[in-house]
């Protein structure tokens, strides 16, 4: 497999897994035959005309929507062990770990890498506890002609989902302890991070060199550092038409996190603003 580091902005950053040709396994697991069958049904229902199948996809896709960026990233991650029956050299060899020089620093890749593969592992286990010990509660609902058990469904699905993400933290918590990532500056990633840096920072020229363009990154603010076009881009700069919808989702949501910490900083400083003003008022009435 092959790790991606994708900076969002200017200190948040995507971690993507792109199996290697040789890492597809010839026979598909029952799980792997499972999700599949699943995606194709749900591929046919999105087409359908109305009906509660046709809400029941639009509802999904707004839930899936609301899923933080990290946990897809952590998911595109194998299990250990899977891989490990893929490639039986796994665990002793290094893992390419494809990012721009001129947005992260070489020497801080590791413990970026390591806080994200840690900082959501509690979170993801206890989530896949509470789903999965929930979704048989629901089973009675299943006895309702027609209309599938969608509470069933969907704790199901979002206990499963933990389950891939805790299991790819796992996995690249142990690449990062064994020193089993290999680092490796992309040009062309540097060139399309050198467009976008010197436009989100007013300071920066395109040409600057990558270390004072890092400096430079590190020192702002957080700022969105892609834009949405950008997606496809990096899809096709790293042959991996997948990432095109991970790294939309991950632009969306930070940008709607900024946009909220931007707004309600506005509001604590008109609040404040407001507070002076009648404190003033009332020294003037005394």
């Keep these: 497999m092959r ?14 897994s ?74 002793t060899k290094k893992i390419d770990v494809l990012y721009p020089g001129n947005s992260l620093r070489l020497e801080k890749i590791p413990a970026l890498l390591r806080t994200i593969a840690t900082d959501r592992q509690e979170f993801h286990r206890k989530k896949m506890l509470w789903s999965l010990g929930i979704a048989p509660l629901t089973a009675p609902l299943g006895l309702i002609p027609v209309v599938p058990n969608i509470p069933f469904f969907y704790l199901a699905y979002r206990g499963w989902s933990h389950w891939r993400a805790l299991n790819g933290s796992r996995h690249l918590e142990f690449l990062v302890e064994k020193s089993l990532l290999n680092p490796i500056s992309l040009p062309e990633l540097e060139r399309l991070y050198a467009k976008r840096a010197s436009y989100a920072l007013d300071d920066t020229p395109v040409d600057t060199p990558a270390i004072e363009m890092v400096e430079d990154i590190e020192q702002s603010d957080e700022r969105v550092l892609l834009k949405m076009s950008d997606a496809k881009k990096l899809a096709t700069i790293l042959d991996a038409p997948d990432l095109a919808l991970e790294a939309e989702r991950a632009i969306v949501q930070v940008s709607a996190h900024l946009q909220a910490r931007a707004e309600e900083a506005k509001r604590a400083e008109e609040a404040k603003a407001k507070a002076k003003e009648a404190s003033s008022e009332e020294k003037k009435n005394l």
């Design 18 to 91: 792109r199996p290697l040709r040789k890492d597809i396994p010839k026979e598909l697991s029952i799980l792997d035959r499972v999700t599949t069958k699943a995606a194709q049904t749900w591929a046919k229902w999105e087409e359908a005309d109305g009906g509660w199948k046709k809400s029941l996809v639009t509802w999904g896709n707004k839930v899936q929507q609301r899923i933080p960026f990290e946990e897809w990233g952590l998911k595109s991650i194998p299990s250990l062990n899977s891989q490990k029956r893929i490639d039986e050299a796994h665990g």
């Design 3 to 16: 790790l991606f580091l994708i900076p969002i902005s200017t200190r948040r950053a995507l971690i993507y």
